[in-house]
């Protein structure tokens, strides 16, 4: 999760390298000003979360970007909960970035650096956001996209002009750096590298006690850990689908209507002609000529192309005026009056002289007013039906935009209203996962879970004719339960808690003796409790990079940055247990085996090394400007975010 949130703020606040990602960390950022005097739970936003040279962080900003990055983080687990954000590093990461972002600004103000209102002119006429349908500037698409994000002009310039700086300074660090050879090799060894060893899970449940806590014990530990049983938000929606179906209609049209679209489209149910050709072009009247009349004697038209170096091609059926415009009118001509099956006349074109067979004819008779009336009905009437439709969404948008209940709406027009259970941001019923919506509210879903609790809402489903009307009925925010509705839960929660520390003490004195001379295996023996669990690893890294596609599970992490002949513990999360990690051997194949690898290496690096560079130069910034963090501060924010407080 951590790898995703740096992912996220590289390229919101961290350096852009390319100008078109300064429009994202503006959106993305430039909100911190709003609100400005605003509290929360008492901490005021006048508090700073850090000083950078002088200049203070203020706590805003770190809301608005901890807000802003849990949003991005929620397009890839729509679940996720501020309280679950904070616990996985995500407010750290934030804090982190957000004085890096200070850090390189003042710096470069420090050194004269500057970025003109003409260079952020330009920079804002390049982004297409702001681009309307013309494919020019458009100043109330620049506007409307400002207010979605709740900015104005002057705050969005200004993070433009932070990221141009970043840009100045920075740019020349991250330029794709060659990694040299030398080092290249040590890295490809890696891939190659083999380690031999064993894991054991010492698990809490084996220590845990048999006996419940005391209600004093489970709601002392439960307010210390009610992070763990934070609910993600529910919201309880009423709606009522319906389609064309379901409108009462009267689409019928009249012999006037059809008489009228009869006479307005004649010319479609006039007698017409298509012809289909195979032709190929010569340079010159006179070869064309010859050429005709060889295959008049009896060449096929293929034939006699091939051995004038030329290559037939047949063309669909086509009208006269569309052959024209794809060859030329005189050919058209000459090609109409030819028998099917005959050679046309040659006739010039752009490219030269054609010489062409008629392979086939298609004449379509002209066609009665009466003949023409069953498709023209149908015409009709899906026009009109469409028309109807349209007139009557647009009554009942207008209702719903007055003010008017979606009951009263559904009875008007004589629609079913429908309750959803509790629903999470991901379509599912909380706590039913069985259960399943409706598909027409999976498109609304996004806007359901941004709404007040107010007037419904009017969507149409994809491009269909289907509608669905829907508000929300009930908004349940994320918050850890009271403990009576998860006790169970809870009281096995402590028991783990109280497992893990006896779990520790075992998992220590496994490691003591693993560390000496006994073997790992029988160092657990010695502890005689079951449910300890023991694996033999013998695995080459690429084998488990590949396997596991960088989804790795922390005890191989540790085996594979751990020395030879080492033993280390690593704790389970959530109270699960502790590992002991024993690594016995490491192998490396050598790096000339693989040909290839080092240069491979050397490629898939060029992004870390630029990274790393980037990460070198700000960290040299702080140092020479200063930088102290406000503890408590964030503290208290990080409570008020995880509602703590």
Same mark, same amino acid.
Request: hydrophobic share 40%.
């Given at each position: 999760m951590l790898s995703f949130f740096r992912r996220f703020f590289q390229s919101k606040i961290g350096l852009p390298i390319f100008l078109a990602f300064l429009a994202l960390m503006a959106l993305a950022f430039a909100a911190a000003d709003i609100g400005g005097n605003a509290t929360f739970g008492g901490v005021s936003n006048s508090d700073r979360a850090a000083v950078v040279g002088g200049e203070g962080v203020p706590l805003s900003d770190v809301t608005v970007a901890a807000n802003t990055a849990l949003a991005q983080v929620r397009e890839q687990d729509a679940t996720l909960t501020m309280p679950e954000f904070i616990a996985q590093g995500g407010l750290d990461e934030v804090i982190t970035q957000l004085i890096d972002r200070y850090t390189v600004g003042n710096y470069a103000e420090k050194y004269g650096l500057r970025a003109g209102e003409n260079l952020v002119n330009s920079e804002i006429l390049k982004i297409g956001a702001f681009r309307g349908l013309t494919g020019e500037f458009d100043v109330q698409a620049y506007q409307a996209a400002l207010r979605q994000r709740?900015?104005?002009?002057?705050?969005?310039?200004?993070?433009?002009?932070? !990221?141009?700086?970043?840009?100045?300074?920075?740019?020349?660090?991250?330029?794709?750096?060659q990694l040299p050879e030398k080092i290249a090799r040590q890295y490809a060894a890696l891939v190659l590298e083999k380690r031999k060893g064993e894991?054991?899970?010492?698990?809490?449940?084996?220590?845990?006690?048999?006996?419940?806590?005391?209600?004093?014990?489970?709601?002392?530990?439960?307010?210390?850990?009610?992070t763990q049983f934070i609910r993600p938000e529910r919201r309880t929606l009423r709606f009522a689908v319906f389609g064309e179906d379901q409108l009462e209609v009267n689409a019928a049209p009249t012999d006037a209507e059809i008489a009228a679209r009869y006479k307005r489209d004649a010319a479609k149910f006039q007698a017409s002609e298509r012809r289909a050709v195979t032709a190929f072009v010569v340079p010159t009247q006179d070869a064309a000529r010859a050429l005709a009349a060889r295959i008049r004697g009896g060449v096929s038209l293929e034939a006699a192309a091939r051995e004038a170096g030329f290559s037939a091609s047949p063309a669909e059926l086509r009208d006269r005026e569309t052959m024209a415009g794809?060859?030329?009118f005189a050919f058209a001509e000459a090609a109409f009056k030819a028998a099917e099956?005959?050679?046309?006349?040659?006739?010039?074109?752009?490219?030269?002289?054609?010489?062409?067979?008629?392979?086939?004819?298609?004449?379509?008779?002209?066609?009665?007013?009466?003949?023409?009336?069953?498709?023209?009905?149908?015409?009709?009437?899906?026009?009109?039906?469409?028309?109807?439709?349209?007139?009557?969404?647009?009554?009942?948008?207008?209702?719903?935009?007055? !003010?008017?209940?979606?009951?009263?709406?559904?009875?008007?027009?004589?629609?079913?209203?429908?309750?959803?259970?509790?629903?999470?941001?991901?379509?599912q019923a909380f706590g039913q996962p069985q259960a399943q919506i409706v598909p027409q509210l999976f498109p609304v879903l996004a806007t359901a879970f941004q709404m007040d609790e107010s007037e419904p809402q009017l969507a149409q489903v994809g491009d269909s004719q289907e509608f669905v009307i829907f508000e929300v009925a009930r908004i349940e925010e994320a918050a850890a339960p009271p403990i009576a509705q998860v006790r169970e839960a809870a009281i096995a929660g402590w028991k783990r808690a109280q497992g893990a520390t006896l779990a520790k003490a075992a998992a220590e004195r496994i490691m003591a003796k693993a560390r000496g001379t006994t073997t790992l295996s029988a160092a657990i023996a010695a502890e005689n409790k079951p449910g300890i669990e023991r694996e033999v690893i013998d695995l080459e890294r690429r084998q488990l990079l590949a396997r596991q596609q960088g989804n790795l599970p922390p005890p191989l992490v540790l085996m594979f940055s751990m020395a030879e002949g080492s033993v280390k513990?690593?704790?389970?999360?959530?109270?699960?247990?502790?590992?002991?990690?024993?690594?016995?051997?490491?192998?490396?194949?050598?790096?000339?085996?693989?040909?290839?690898?080092v240069q491979q290496t050397r490629q898939?690096? !060029?992004?870390?090394?630029?990274d790393e560079y980037r990460r070198q130069a700000t960290a040299a910034m702080r140092t020479e400007l200063g930088v102290t963090r406000n503890d408590n501060a964030i503290a208290a924010l990080r409570k008020q975010l995880a509602g703590e407080q």
């Open positions: 709740g900015l104005n002009d002057a705050i969005f310039r200004r993070d433009l002009v932070d !990221g141009l700086l970043e840009q100045q300074l920075l740019q020349p660090a991250v330029a794709v750096p894991i054991a899970l010492i698990p809490s449940t084996t220590f845990a006690p048999a006996g419940n806590p005391t209600d004093a014990q489970l709601t002392a530990w439960y307010n210390d850990n009610r794809a060859t030329s099956g005959g050679i046309v006349d040659p006739a010039q074109g752009t490219l030269g002289w054609y010489v062409a067979r008629i392979d086939r004819i298609e004449r379509t008779p002209a066609r009665t007013l009466a003949q023409a009336t069953p498709e023209i009905t149908e015409q009709l009437t899906t026009e009109k039906r469409s028309a109807a439709v349209a007139d009557l969404t647009a009554e009942i948008e207008s209702e719903i935009d007055g !003010g008017t209940a979606l009951a009263e709406v559904a009875k008007a027009y004589g629609l079913t209203v429908e309750t959803t259970p509790a629903l999470l941001a991901n379509g513990l690593l704790e389970a999360p959530r109270n699960l247990g502790w590992y002991v990690v024993a690594l016995e051997d490491i192998s490396t194949s050598p790096v000339d085996s693989e040909p290839g690898l898939q690096l !060029g992004a870390a090394l630029s």
